[in-house]
């Protein structure tokens, strides 16, 4: 089930117990953990005095952590699959999630996470390349959908990063653990958000090319008012999407509304 989903466990203690502390595990905590496999994770996160939910996909890993982990009596193994997990079961929190996530599904999972309003903080491990997208900021070929849909609801930034030697099987990259910090609110009010994804979405088809002229073709309106537009929202009119920060999306957005 590992290979398959691209999953590679941790054998790395030292970068088990940053995880674990970065996550904030102490007594009364509740951790989510996704994707636990042989219990790396789990074992500093129990040690600190939290107690554990554990999603975990494979039915022999799942049945096999309990007796791998001290404290077992404050972990609860729940054999699913965390992309259809209800996490609405787990009640209202506040949660702390960590996680080794699977390089399949690693994107999916985050973006479930987002959407759920009963976490504060995350500490979790992706394949470098994506973790770089995630806590990307504005002006590099990292910074896209992936950095908008993550600002949108939380902080996010790289904590460490880890070589194949880390965890077995060896990949064949190197892996990076990311922090996030939920927002008490979005930073674009939901009524707003359908313009701002249509917007960045538009532009980052054609990341390469002026944000102006892209959004004047797909909008159908002439490039100096989208040019106007973005040079409202705080923007470079002859700025790239990439260099666009966040803050000016949202801005376009709210004052855009008619562009859309």
């Known amino acids: 089930m590992g290979a398959r989903l691209g999953q590679h466990f941790l054998i790395d203690s030292a970068a088990a117990e940053a995880v674990a502390a970065a996550v904030g595990a102490g007594p009364g905590r509740s951790i ?6 042989r219990g790396a994770l789990t074992m500093p996160l129990l040690r600190a005095g939290a107690d554990v939910v554990a999603v975990e996909l494979d039915e ?28 609405g079961s787990l009640g209202p929190g506040p949660w702390l ?10 994107t999916p999972i985050l973006q479930k996470l987002l959407l759920w309003p009963a976490w504060t903080r995350a500490a979790l491990m992706f394949q470098k390349e994506v973790a770089l997208r995630v806590a990307a900021a504005p002006g ?10 993550t600002r949108l609801r939380a902080d996010a930034g790289i904590l460490l990063e880890l070589g194949p030697e880390s ?10 653990v990311v922090v996030l910090r939920r927002l008490a609110a979005p930073r674009v009010p939901p009524e707003e958000e359908p313009a701002f994804w249509r917007l960045a979405k538009a532009a980052f088809s054609q990341r390469r090319k002026m944000a102006a002229g892209v959004l004047a ?3 159908r309106r002439p490039k100096a008012e989208i040019e106007a537009a973005l040079a409202a929202a705080g923007a470079d009119p002859a ?8 803050e000016c999306w949202a801005a376009l957005a709210k004052k855009g509304r008619g562009l859309t």
């Open 32 to 37: 989510l953990e996704v994707g636990p496999g």
């Open 217 to 219: 073709k797909a909008l």
């Open 167 to 176: 965890f077995r099987p060896r990949p064949k990259v190197d892996s990076a």
């Open 239 to 246: 700025a790239r999407p990439e260099d666009i920060p966040f």
């Open 97 to 106: 999630v960590a996680g080794n996530l699977p390089y399949a599904v690693a």
């Open 140 to 149: 590099g070929a990292d910074y896209g959908l992936l950095a908008l849909s």
């Open 60 to 87: 022999a890993a799942a049945a096999a952590l309990p007796g791998r982990v001290p404290d077992a009596g404050r972990l609860r193994v729940v054999r699913e699959d965390f992309l259809t997990f209800d996490l």
